[in-house]
């Protein structure tokens, strides 16, 4: 009847079968005949029970997110559903692969929901910036109540089949032959007497008793919401359900959905989904992948460590190389004390911890890591060192080995000339704990083959990071884009902005921390490392590090952590401090707004994002908001620095930079060819990798 969706009969079962790759999202061209055909076979005498299934590899993933922010076209999701509810006879989703959102929604609207046991459902919504829109907010806490649907919705994490079996959201788990079994299921359940109850008729676990504790885990979960305007949605929309009467709530839910699906968060993180995606796609598809089977890391510190633990915990086996037994011991004690702790908290079973720990081999001699297909140096950051490791991978890897580099700064190129393989030398840059953050820049070097960084940007996916293709430079994007970043904090501080003020800008903005909460959580010592090797001095930074004052793990830096608190507590010292370094440079105090402080961190930020577009660093904008969601804690809700300054306005931001330039005379601030260029063309685009 449509490429999108089909009918096979199967005795009186009807098999609606939706065909919409690659992940049978509810496109307008799957709607319109999933309509025709739900309205044709309730009419029909012969059909006792209709069967909803996808073809492929999921059940429906979700509305198309594409469409959002367009007209709807009718039919939408919501009126099919209305029309499955009128059905007199059962309907059955037969779910496998993912249902997730409006896929989800409209098992909801079935009569019985019937699973594969690998099959996962959820309402991810609240990740793009929505609530479920399709009713989901009001019929899923009448299956699984409130709390847990709460929960469900406002994380948006998907729960599997034997979860959901056990919550009551679906009916029957099959292990295997699912179409066949869903058919039998469906067939049974017409034979049943009695009347049938849609989802949205089952009010028995909608109690306003619970009301109390349903507001309690609510203000707990809007707590985490960081600006956010969706989980608190998610949240108001799932107490509607137990407060209003059905209709009611569907309606406040629509109103709810309408307001965010046009708001500038929702569009910033689906800029966010895709970007993504489109980051991910590194080589053509013919490319043919390197195969990786064993990983080496150089190096079992707190980067080495947690790289060699982001492996194993995608299942790869790894060769953990350290220059002496100490050293090694030492880090694989950590290693199995931070899966000890993953255990404690319950998001890791003793099984699989073994199994992990089961993947790592030790070793202090190079020769062992000739069996390796993938070699990750994450040594000492010093280019004589990383050379020297190089030079050794070199004489023992196996020819075709990847070669990677966990280097934040130094020049890939440079490295890559140490060896007789430059083509197959890339950078991975992970970023720290390298087991959790999700962002991984991959770092092209000028000789770097295709095939390589394929193989690097595929193997990411598979162990759950998000990758970006990057070029050389100092810092690439992420650090680059931080130096800038950082550039302006010190003189603001000696103007008489605080520390605490500047983080609070940086918290009200939607960041996790401020950039002095951050230099004292990383250690001060880092930066000051750093300064020192380039020449560079900042002035409060460098006299704290003197004083022996690092941050968190020294107890003091630019706040206090007394009796090894994490929390920071304002250092009157370093208040003093300040005082007397802007006293010794004649600075008057004044008063500096938030604005202020947003236009000389965040402007020169964007201004560098252009640089780094014009000279091909980065190959799209999107790359660039992908780097500093996943591995600098940039709002999701405000797309990445890149989309951000659409919203904020480019001839706004390129006008306040000229005036600090004008003001200060720092490069910083003078405005990016490109910059201009965007404001002009309205589009960041047009530039391609160097
Ligand atoms: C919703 O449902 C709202 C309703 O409540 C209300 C309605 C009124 N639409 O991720 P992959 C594309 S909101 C359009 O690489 P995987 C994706 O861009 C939706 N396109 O595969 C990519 O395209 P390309 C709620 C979509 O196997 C390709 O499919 N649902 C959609 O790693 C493959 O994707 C969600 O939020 C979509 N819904 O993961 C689920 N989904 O190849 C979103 C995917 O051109 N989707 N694409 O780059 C996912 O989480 C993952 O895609 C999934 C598969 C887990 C399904």
Redesign the pocket.
Known sequence: MSNFVSVTRDGGVAVVIIDNP??N??SFHVREPLMQALVSLRDEPDVAAIVIACAG??FV??????EFGKPVQQP???AIIAVLETIAKPTVAAIHG?A????L?LALGCHFRVADAGARLG???V??G?????G?TVRLPRLVGPLKALRMIVSGTPIDAAEALAAGLVDAVFDGDLAARAVRFASKMAGQDGPLAPVRDRNSRLDPADLPDFDRQAAELAKKARGLEAPIACAQSVRNAITLPFEAALAAEREL?VKLVEGDQSRAQRHL??AE??A??VGAKDIVRRKIARVGVVGAGTMGGGIAMAFANGGFPVTVMETSREALERGLTTIDKNYAVSVSRGSLSEDAKQQRVGLFKGSTNYADLADCDLIVEAVFEEMAVKKEVFSRLDAVARPGAILATNTSYLDVNEIAASTSRPQDVVGMHFFSPANVMKLLEIVRAEKTAPDALATIAELA?RIGKVPVVVGVCHGFVGNRMLSARGAESETLLLESATPQQIDRVFTDFGWPMGPFQMGDLAGLDIGWRNRKARGQTAVIADALCEQGHFGQKTGRGFYLYENGSRSPAPNPEVEALIRDKAADQGIAPRAIGAKEIIERTLYPMINEGAKILEEGIAARASDIDVVWVNGYGFPVGKGGPMFWAGLEGLDKIIGRLGHWHQRTGKDIFRVAPLLRQAAETGSWEGKSMA
């Open positions: 690659p992940v999202a509810l590899r999921t993933a979700g509305a198309d997110i594409t939408d999701l919501r993912t997730l959102g409006g896929g929604e309402l991810p919504e990740k793009l929505l609530l479920p829109g399709g989901g959905f989904f895709f995606r489109e991910a796609k996916r």
